[in-house]
């Protein structure tokens, strides 16, 4: 199912091919999300021609809204919302994190209040594979548990337990028709805990292992260091998946360091602010020194929003809640993030992936946040 | 600049081209309303796909934001929207109304309090021609004073004296190049008002005529009855336009009585709401009896929303906030104002136009609102 094609002599990155049920998925891979059975404010017109290979889906949210009823009379996902390249759906692991809250961690799986209306809802290995069997997604996730990134040296053992026993079962549960299940990688930024959970899961022989336990709150430092920690206890014939990640920044760090697959809301979450990504950082264009700058959001980009739009009239639409000023954003925040992974690939195979990565990096200013957890890590 | 190609022989509707600085218009023609410089949650390549010929623009809106400066900056509103097809852009004069609670009126034009800082700022017929020189939109509205329907007698007299004075001064103020003016009529409902303003100014010979004092919260009966004490005293070789009008089953019923031109701001208002117009009638797509629905919109439509996507799909996504949702509601509902002056001009050019009109209002169920309209003035 995935290919190795070639790996770069002077960094850990590698140029891949994914064959999944709905078409093959070059690797490095941007995955745009699809939450709620939609990449917030585009159509999947936009996503195509952007350039999407495959997008995600959400085993929580959708079970909740429309709910399986719906979408096993729909015919399944891709159907439901008219996307026949490849799906990934996430299995609702992340939601334990994310809705800690409204949620009890049993035995058996995660007891959740909906975010809804309150109604109980109780997913575990069982459900979200049954869930993610009708969806009928070509990557399947394990549910996992994924405990905050400062969560107690216990329970992050316990996480990596309960994964461990969760993934098992999920891997022999009948799936969908080509059905990819992927493994997923707890135990936070503890070395042991990272080497024993991906030695574990590789032994149960997934098609691809994501890392998880990232994006959920921890410093820069703290997140390449947890993906360093496990990178070399996975198998090189098959994908890594690094969820929720990242920054433009951060992908291409990732990507030199041997992850093939990425999904991140930033592109879509920060234009609905007003917040541009660019290969040299960040703009937010709702500010007053865009008010009469005529030219495109990025000079040289081929998105849509920078072929037809000026910044000008974008930070106008914003200030004036014109919906085709966040739509415009996600159309160029969106397409920044594939063409990002395009050129890797283009630079992979040219075998120039290095002086690019480089000067990806130097040319590329991190915003405040991230900078400032880089800074705390150097002063420790 | 108006050619009138064609007289229905059965009812008073008409087939026209209006030639403006940036192409031609065929008419019947609906204009989709871009207030703030943008058909709300429409891009131009939308627009344009759907048959859109004009859009209008707003005087009172786009002078507090972006402002004058950068409009004139950009080179205008169509370099600054990067819209280059024909603009219509409306004086200010509805903000008399719709803004009542904010404005003023004085001999030489309005003051208005900014609706978004409370900043004095003084319209009248040099500001709104002024605005509109810079704006270079391709057809521009003299400014006048619209009252509500139920205004006094003496209040419709008033504003008829200041619209004719108003009228006259737009009418000798410096245009942009090529610019067509029109005048516009009011009156409310008072037919010696109506036709002393028709003829008053049609002597002062505009490029079009408007029909004004109409979509400000009059019953229908009311609105047809406006439209039909005017329509007889505008010259035949001018283009009309009813301003601010109207759903499907309306445009329809003044198309029968001899207008031309339409914008209103229904198609993308109701879509946010969750309301898709048909040619039978206004569904609202949020109800349950569409959640398993996989039937389009409407059967035979072919816009971008019913190709490509399920009621039941376009449910869910209004039910859970994507933008999505409304985008393609909002598709639909313009193209399909869009789609019925193409049918109109069709069956005007075939002499089948009493037909056409016949069936489709017979066909057509109007909202409880308008129908309660309706009986009310039937009881009379």
Request: charged share 25%; proline share 5%.
């Amino acid at each position: 199912m995935f290919k190795l094609l070639k790996i770069d002599t002077h960094t850990k990155a590698r140029l891949g091919r994914l064959t999944t049920a709905h078409g093959v998925v070059d690797t490095p891979v941007y995955m745009p999300v699809g939450t709620q059975a939609s990449v917030k404010a585009l159509d999947p017109r936009e996503l195509r021609e952007m350039g999407t290979q495959i997008i995600l889906g959400n085993t929580y949210h959708l079970n909740i809204r429309p709910g399986l009823d719906i979408l096993r009379a729909a015919g399944g996902l891709h159907q439901f919302m008219n996307w026949n390249l490849p799906i990934l759906t996430d299995s609702g692991g992340f939601q334990v994190f994310s809705l800690a809250k409204i949620r009890k961690i049993k035995p058996h799986g995660v007891e959740f209040r909906s975010h809804l209306d309150g109604s109980p809802l109780f997913l575990g290995p069982k459900e979200a594979m049954e869930i993610q069997r009708t969806l009928g997604s070509d990557i399947a996730m394990v549910f996992d548990e994924c405990p905050p990134h400062d969560a107690p040296a216990r329970e992050q053992r316990l996480a990596v337990e309960r994964t461990l026993r969760w993934a098992r079962e999920c891997r022999d549960l009948p799936r969908a028709h080509g059905q990819l299940v992927f493994g997923i990688v707890q135990g936070g930024s503890n070395a042991a805990l990272r080497e024993e959970c991906a030695k574990s899961l590789v032994a149960m022989d997934f098609d691809g292992y994501a890392i998880g336990g990232v994006s959920v709150g921890e410093p820069e430092p703290e997140m390449l260091k947890a993906i360093e920690l496990t990178a070399p206890f996975l198998p090189a014939h098959k994908a890594r998946y690094a969820m929720g990640l990242g920054t433009p920044a951060q992908m291409m760090e990732l990507i030199a360091r041997g992850v093939d697959m990425f999904d991140c809301v930033l592109p879509t979450r920060v234009a609905r602010n007003g917040t541009a990504y660019t290969r040299r950082g960040a703009l937010g264009i709702k500010g007053g020194s865009y008010k009469a700058d005529f030219r495109p959001i990025e000079e040289g980009c081929a998105c849509f929003a920078c072929k037809h739009f000026t910044r000008a009239y974008l930070r106008h639409l914003l200030n004036v809640n014109e919906i085709l000023g966040l739509r415009m954003l996600s159309v160029h925040n969106t397409h920044l993030f594939l063409q990002l992974m395009a050129d890797a690939r283009t630079h992979l195979a040219a075998g120039t992936f290095a002086d690019f990565y480089r000067e990806f990096i130097a040319g590329y200013t991190p915003s405040r946040r991230i900078l400032s957890a880089r800074n705390a890590e150097l002063e420790r």
